[in-house]
């Protein structure tokens, strides 16, 4: 082993770091010769000794939204699309369409553009009902390494690390891209596509033509819950799961690597599904402007989107899970403070450190109620919890039914529930993790019907019973037992130094009939500048879009040692990577960043990855590489292990 | 589109205003209208320097009139351009693409067809794509980017050489060379499109997908075609990733088996796949003998190459060949640019000779097949290539009618295509009592002492420049060749090539199928030394296409220059026979579909493998499905729905219809049995193998 007689060397991650910096110097100097698009593709990890090769096929597994979606079958309006990317990739035809429409017909705008849009609108959808296919239309994942390399031309993803491992000797035949349909709830992409099966009888073929190594498994985002769901999926017996027996986890895989993981959730799929706030949409719409911004589906742009991603089940699989127990009640949360974005320190084995934690800083910041995930106004979402009078939802939903239909061309369940029960969700005031749940149930009962057969928010009491064989359960780290593969190993990779929103503050729009009933108040500001409530949101220490507490706490806590959740003793491994902008325009996206899609081009931790690819395991990478708070955190949560 | 044509008829007002006006203002309206517009400017440029010397010689009206009008067409020239790039960028795509005829996809579904056997493609040679995986510094950039079909060649234009560098192999290994990785381009983008516009498995693809055909019951069988086929499965595992994905498919699509539609080369390539599926490990697939049984319904060759292609001496022999000439076609910026000068077929040569799978596509079956010098199965083929009435009304009488009409016809100059490489028109025409007979084995290359043109042109390039120039001449006193002396030809000319290509495959008849000598993987891709795996229920189609003048054998001659490193044998292109001759352009043509004469394609089913044969054990039926070819009527059909050639059939509508019809659960016998347009029957009478 090559790189173990490097590490003899230098056994601090400084001078590596150093070297590093040098040749990334090296590397903008070419970049200044040739700033072309292609430059940043052929970035390398060129610190590397030739002695690194290729040993463990490596399986990602992309997450919501950055996947490749393709249209197989559609209406009239998408005539000649077929086969061309409706999703990722470059979005190039579809938008392409669009543009030369816009720039040949000014005259005919009004009809193309309403159009356009809407068509692309209606075939991203499900069918509302039974959340797959709507009829005549099929959607399908785009398949290979080509399914989420880039998002959109020049945006990479998995792109920057495919190239790295190129390097060392991967191909096609060493690496697969597990691409899936993201819309579809987990257990559907194995109903409808097969999806399950083939990433099975994929691993089983790359771990047999070679030689029997073990594949490393590299999940980002989502792609993380979902492999959480595979692994349940291959062990149990069919019909349900894939028959790959008890044994199956343990003889095929030798690492799963989570980059980004929102094991518990992530507080913004809330607002993306209470009122379609997220970034998500903020990312789509720099990448197509013409699509979203330009009135281009009039006012009701909003609407029309949230219409589409309401009928995509897998939103649902990140709603906070684990309830008050893990993200805080009404009073406390595992947090407590702001996020302090100024001490970042390696804290390694930060359950020793936790008593030198500046307590400064505690008693200068207001208490943060991250607890209540959603609250109606800023002096409600900072009152303590006595002072707030909560009108209870369940008698308000006793009241009269008959909601008063509108006219709007557009269904979103909103249109069905009636003005006064709108008043009653802002009359309770403050929702927990735990609330959110009836909130999203009261607001839209059809959609947490279709999500309920799928998803689970809960933590179990007894994990023997034989309620939790049900797939509904599997991705939810606090409902299942990890598989029993003791030399199995579990990264936790992240990002940190980020804020990322963690709480929100909404307002009632009193505008007219057609549009969403709620908003973020993004007038509420914190009090002083160091304060975290920005724009109505609260915001805590994160990766941009999961925070800490969901990407590290199972690995911190849940499955530390032999626990009810892992029962075999996986070991578990944090590994932090603090956030830093890139230093000029040329690094483009940067190449210590912490955010939670341009870490996949984090040269750390694709110098991480690299190795346990090729052959190293959890201790000889380091251990623990953690700078947040979240040791300290995770003590604080009172979970039964 | 009202704004569009506002601002044209501005144009219009415009120029014309400018053309009454002084003749060297005329440039101005271009520089207002683009400046972008380089090669414009520079036009400009040019008038405008005319016009300046033009100013001084003003009192010679006659010559300054001609310059006036060369400024004025320069001008009108640049304007037109310029206005027909406007109106290109105007039009919306939907009216530029050509507007596609409703396949048999549609009206099938309207039937009630749906999905129901899973489907894999099996590319052929040529048309799959390969990308960089890692390669020299000339490459930077091109990291999985396509070297090799699909999407623009445009990359590559810029670098000719590093494009002939990156996709030879090792000459030694047949494997990658040292620190250079081109791999094949997986999935269905791997094959679906060879060029922008240029469809290979595109229209099969999209009809399919209207019965309900998608990713996870399509799979296309992607593998660097330059490799053998044993080697896809040693450097990347495609025989059992092939394996896999067929399993999974049975059993994900409810235990349902697998129709495979392999084209072109990838028909050997799939027959390849069947026997090592069945062999056991190390040297097979380890399925055990009821592999293919259980898992493949149908087997659906596409212009299938079974016992080789006449192109493919051609090409070996001397890189000629309408395959090159076709690539030259697609990409004339690299074969005929300045940087690779007169060497373009050398180059070309040299990377083609390091592909394997170019030897397996070598005529098999020996005299047998192909015919000896004086006879072939083929014998008494009339060849009408202007004659397009003729075959009209040949159409309309029956087949056997037909041929008896042939024969009256028989002409003068009888082709002997046995003989597939003669030197010299008498040499190919005369009988062969007369011909000089000499032994080319006799030929020794002892020569390497009088090699004075190796220091000459420093480094070898070809097998050709070890070569001394006698021996180069001895070969052509043999005047002609037939299939079997061939192979000895091409040992003598190319001993390094043959004895690396000769290691993965073979091109004989076997007496006895059961000497274990057949167990070897190198016979498994002929399908004269296998026999076909043990599944009575499976069905063998042979589909291709007939009507189109096919290479059968060539008239060679030395080439004059004996420069370095040039290629001493080229085909005699000023031969040409009588009226109504096979004869053209030093090329036999015979029946078939513009790459595999029908011989090749059909004989197979026809007979090698018709009901139960030594070949065919199991009895597993065969159908013949000929196709004859239309040319397109219009050019909105493009390449025609009813092209009967090479890879423009699969876009045969009648082909597709068959082969959805099988996708969707018919038989052979339901789709109608054989369909025969051609003589393949006779000819294969006329062959004499021992079934």
């Known amino acids: 082993m090559s790189f173990l007689r490097r590490r003899k060397g230098t056994d601090s991650s400084k001078s590596q770091n150093l070297r590093c910096n040098i040749v990334k110097e090296d590397e903008k100097n070419n970049l200044y010769e040739s700033p072309r698009k292609e430059s940043y ?24 939204v950055t996947g490749g979606l393709e249209l197989w079958e559609g209406h009239q309006c998408a005539e000649g699309l077929f086969r061309k990317r409706l999703w990722g990739g470059s979005f190039g035809e579809l938008y392409k369409r669009l543009e030369v429409i816009r720039e040949a017909s000014i005259k005919l705008t009004d009809f193309y553009m309403k159009l356009i849009p809407l068509c692309w609108a209606q075939h991203m959808s499900l069918d509302n009902e039974t959340g797959l296919d709507p009829p005549g239309i099929r959607v399908r994942p785009v398949s290979g390494l080509v399914a989420a390399d880039y998002f959109a031309a020049g945006y990479f993803v998995w792109a920057v690390l495919i190239a790295n491992l190129a390097q060392i000797g991967y191909e096609e035949k060493t690496m697969y891209m597990a691409a899936y349909d993201w819309r579809l709830s987990f257990q559907n992409t194995e109903v409808r596509d097969q999806t399950l099966s083939r990433i099975k009888s994929n691993i089983e073929l790359m771990v047999a033509t070679n030689g029997g190594k073990k594949v490393v498994v590299i999940p980002h985002s989502m792609g993380v819950l979902y492999f959480l769901h595979f692994m349940k999926w291959v062990e149990a017996p069919p019909p349900m799961g894939g028959g790959g027996g008890s044994e199956w986890c343990a003889k095929h895989i030798k690492a799963v690597m989570n980059i980004g993981g929102p094991f518990l959730g992530v507080p913004k799929s809330v607002s993306g599904l209470f009122s379609v706030e997220a970034r998500d949409i903020a990312i789509a719409r720099t990448f197509a402007p013409g699509f979203l911004d330009k009135d281009v589906f009039g006012l009701q742009t909003f609407q029309h989107l949230m219409r589409m991603t309401r009928t995509w089940d897998s939103t649902m699989s990140m709603i906070p899970k684990g309830g008050e127990t893990i993200w805080g009640g009404l009073d406390w949360s595992p947090e407590g403070s702001s996020f302090n974005s100024g001490a970042k320190t390696l804290r390694n084995n930060s359950i020793n450190n936790t008593d030198q934690i500046p307590n ?58 009636g003005d006064h029960r709108i008043k009653a969700v802002a009359d309770y005031k403050v929702y927990t993790a735990g609330s959110i749940l009836d909130l999203l149930h009261f607001v839209s009962p059809k959609l947490m019907a279709r999500g309920g057969a799928h998803f689970s928010y809960g933590i179990a009491d007894n994990l023997d019973d034989p309620k939790y064989q049900h797939y509904k359960y599997w991705s939810n780290p606090l409902e299942t037992k990890l598989p029993d593969a003791p030399d199995m190993e579990i990264y936790s990779m992240y990002g940190v130094g980020i804020p990322t929103e963690r709480a929100y503050v909404y307002k009632v729009t009193t505008a007219t009939d057609c549009s969403i009933p709620f908003q973020i108040d993004t007038s509420a500001e914190g009090g002083s500048e160091d304060s975290c409530l920005k724009g109505g949101v609260f915001s ?28 075999s003793g996986i070991p578990t491994y944090i590994r932090e990577y603090s956030h830093a902008p890139p230093a000029n325009l040329l690094e483009g996206r940067g190449t210590q960043s912490g955010a939670h899609v341009d870490i996949m081009g984090n040269f750390a931790l694709i110098e991480d990855v690299i190795r346990v690819a090729a052959g190293a395991t959890g201790k000889e990478l380091g251990g623990d590489h953690v700078y947040s708070y979240i040791f300290k955190w995770a003590e604080r949560i009172n979970l039964q292990l | 589109m009202a704004s569009v044509l506002r601002f044209r008829k501005l144009c219009y ?236 498919m049975y059993i994900s699509n409810g235990y349902k088996k697998v129709v495979a539609v392999p084209h072109s080369m990838g028909v050997i390539y799939f027959l390849h796949f069947l026997k090592w599926v069945e062999t056991p490990p190390p040297m097979g697939g380890g ?156 030929y020794s290359r002892t020569s390497t002492s009088e090699n004075f043109n190796n220091f000459s042109c420093g ?91 096919t290479e059968r054998s060539y008239v060679y001659k030395l080439s004059p220059n004996s420069r370095c490193k040039s290629i001493p044998y080229q085909i005699d292109n000023s031969v040409h026979g009588e009226d109504g001759s096979c004869l053209k352009g030093g090329v036999y043509f015979a029946d078939g579909d513009e790459s595999v004469p029908v011989l090749s394609a059909g004989f197979m089913c026809a007979k090698g493998w018709r009901g139960r044969t030594r070949f065919n054990p199991s009895g597993i039926a065969t159908y013949i499905r000929e196709y004859r070819h239309k040319p397109p009527t219009s050019l909105m059909e493009g390449r025609g729905i009813e092209s009967g050639s090479h890879v423009d059939i699969m876009g045969n509508f009648a082909l597709i219809e068959d082969i959805m019809r099988v996708a969707a659960g018919a038989t052979g016998d339901e789709i109608g049995g054989d369909q025969i347009h051609s003589d393949i029957i006779k000819m294969s009478e006329r062959i004499n193998l021992g079934l």
């Not at chain 2, 960089?132 to 396509?146: I, T, V």
């Not at chain 2, 990658?176 to 381009?185: E, N």
């Not at chain 2, 061939?486 to 000769?502: S, T």
């Open chain 1, 41 to 64: 593709n052929s970035k390398k990890w060129s610190c590397w000794d030739k002695g690194l090769t290729v040993n463990h096929p490596v399986v990602f597994v992309p997450g919501i």
């Open chain 1, 360 to 417: 400064i800083n505690l008693a200068n910041m207001k208490n943060v109620n991250y607890g209540r995930i959603i609250s109606f106004g800023k002096d409600v979402a900072e009152a303590h919890s006595s002072k707030i009078e909560r009108v209870d939802l369940l008698d308000s939903m006793k009241a009269d039914m008959l909601a008063n239909l509108t006219n709007c061309d557009i269904w979103i369940e909103y249109h069905d529930i």
């Open chain 1, 540 to 567: 805590a220490d994160g990766d941009e879009t999961v925070p800490v507490l969901s990407a590290g706490l199972m690995a911190a806590k849940g499955w530390r040692g032999k626990t009810r959740f892992n029962p």
């Open chain 2, 13 to 248: 007002v415009e120029s014309a205003v400018k053309c009454t006006s002084v003749g060297y203002e005329s440039f101005e309206i271009d520089e207002k209208l683009d400046k972008k517009e380089e090669d414009v400017l520079s036009a400009n440029n040019f008038a405008l320097e005319i016009n300046k010397k033009r100013k001084q010689p003003k009192r010679q009206p006659k010559e300054w009139r001609c310059l006036d009008s060369c400024c004025w067409i320069i001008g009108y020239l640049c304007t037109t351009w310029w206005l027909l790039l406007f109106f290109y960028h105007c039009l919306p795509v939907t009216l530029l693409r050509v507007p596609e005829l409703p396949g048999p996809g549609v009206r099938l579904k309207r039937e009630g067809l749906t999905a129901l056997h899973p489907v894999v493609l099996v590319p052929g040679i040529v048309t799959g794509g390969l990308e960089l995986w890692e390669g020299r510094p000339c490459a930077d950039g091109l990291f999985r980017k396509r070297l090799w079909g699909g999407g623009s060649f445009t990359q590559i234009f810029k670098r000719p050489l590093c494009l002939l560098e990156h996709l030879s192999l090792h000459y030694e290994t047949g494997l990658d060379p040292q620190g250079i990785r081109v791999r094949a381009v997986p999935g269905l983008v791997g094959a679906d499109y060879f060029a922008p516009g240029y469809f290979v498995w595109a229209v099969l693809i999209e009809n399919l997908a209207k019965i309900g055909y998608e990713g996870k019951n399509l799979h296309m069988a992607a593998y660097d075609w330059r490799l053998s086929f044993q080697n896809t499965e040693i450097r990347d595992h495609a025989l059992t990733r092939l394996k896999s994905k067929i399993e999974l």
């Open chain 2, 287 to 442: 399925g055990g003998p009821g592999w293919c049984a259980k898992h493949i319904k149908a087997v659906m060759n596409i212009g299938p190459a079974f016992l080789g292609v006449p192109k493919a001496v051609s090409n070996l022999f001397s890189a000629e060949g309408k395959d090159v000439s076709y690539i030259r076609a697609m990409a004339p910026g690299v074969f005929d640019s300045e940087i690779l000068g007169l060497q373009t077929f050398e180059r070309v040569m040299r990377m083609a000779r390091t592909w394997d799978s170019i030897v397996s596509l070598l005529p098999k079956g020996g005299e047998v097949i192909w015919g000896n010098m004086d006879r072939s199965p083929e014998e008494g083929h009339v060849c009408d290539f202007s004659k397009k009435s003729h075959s009209k009304t040949s159409l309309t009488t029956n087949n056997v009618n037909n041929s008896d009409v042939k024969r009256g016809f028989l002409v003068k100059d009888l082709a002997n295509y046995g003989r597939i490489i003669s030197f010299g028109k008498p040499a190919s025409v005369l009988h062969s009592s007369k011909l000089p007979t000499a032994d080319s084995k006799e």
């Open chain 2, 459 to 549: 480094e070898a390039w070809t097998e050709y420049d070890e070569m001394s120039r006698q021996s180069i001449q001895n070969v052509a006193a043999d005047k002609a060749y037939t299939t079997t002396t061939l192979l000895d030809l091409l040992r003598f000319v190319a001993p390094k090539m043959m004895r690396r290509a000769e290691a993965h495959f073979s091109h004989g008849i076997a007496e006895n199928l059961d000497d274990p000598k057949y167990n070897h993987y190198k016979y498994w891709s002929n399908p004269l030394e296998t026999k076909l795996s043990d599944a009575p229920d499976m069905e063998i189609y042979c589909m291709y296409g007939v009507g189109i003048p």
